[in-house]
Nanobody, 128 residues
């Protein structure tokens, strides 16, 4: 089992920044690619960003590319999402997810393959 705990959400004005963290425990962190997803009210959960097990490759949804940055610290068992130039449309519950390392990956992997573990989510609200 892998436990994932998100933190760092909150209320911010449009144009502002937030940094989300996701702390993992229970298994070897570097055995997992990590992703961030979000779900806005009345909408389906959607992919935001992902990072491979080593941190050497990152993937982004078109809607956040250039504004959000995903990173990880395997020594701290933590993945981060730095969110800049936030827009009201970014308002959602943000979830951290872990994907066991199995063969090659690309961005489509995180759209197609179910995550192995999910966190509980953290609310991000962007006011206009």
């Amino acid at each position: 089992q892998v436990q994932l705990v998100e933190s760092g959400g909150g209320l911010v004005q449009a144009g502002g920044s937030l940094r989300l963290s996701c702390a993992a425990s229970g298994r070897t962190f570097s055995d997992y690619h990590m992703g961030w997803f979000r779900q806005a009210p009345g909408k389906e959960r959607e992919f935001v960003a992902a990072i491979n097990w080593s941190g050497g490759n990152t993937y982004y949804a078109d809607s956040v590319k250039g504004r959000f940055t995903i990173s990880r610290d395997n020594a701290k068992n933590t993945v981060y999402l730095q969110m800049n130039s936030l827009e009201p449309e970014d308002t959602a519950v943000y979830y951290c997810a872990a994907f066991a390392v199995k063969g090659g990956i690309d961005r489509s992997t995180f759209y197609r393959r179910p995550a192995d573990y999910w966190g509980q989510g953290t609310q991000v609200t962007v006011s206009s």
